[in-house]
């Protein structure tokens, strides 16, 4: 299986996100984030990894917000909570594992 995470580009001011894989062992979820978008804090059972690929932003991990740039990954253990605030449109690969 193939797939482009890069071609859910940002469009308008609607936060899109597209599962592009998807097994009991992991989770591959790509948020297309328009400036002044976010996620809200939450959590998971599971480990969460957090990839910036594309702007700028902060990623949430457990009560730090942490600046995000292209190519920064942030790790999120099980159950701390996590989200992610866009500054300029942003392109963020979370990586679940195992699946919830």
């Known amino acids: 299986m193939k797939n ?11 936060l899109r996100h597209v599962l592009a894989y998807d097994s009991k062992e992991a989770r591959v979820v790509v948020f297309s984030m328009p400036s002044g978008s976010e996620v809200p804090p939450h959590n ?6 957090l990839y910036c690929a594309k702007g ?3 990623f949430l991990k457990g009560k730090d917000w ?3 740039e292209e190519g920064d990954l942030v790790a999120c253990e099980p159950l701390e909570p996590h989200g992610m605030k ?3 449109d942003m392109i963020v690969i979370a990586i679940i594992a195992p699946a919830p």
């Open 4 to 14: 482009n995470l890069l071609k859910v580009q940002p469009n308008g001011s609607r």
């Open 44 to 49: 998971s059972p599971s480990r969460v990894l």
């Open 56 to 58: 700028e932003g902060k």
């Open 86 to 88: 866009a500054q300029k």
């Open 66 to 68: 942490i600046d995000v």
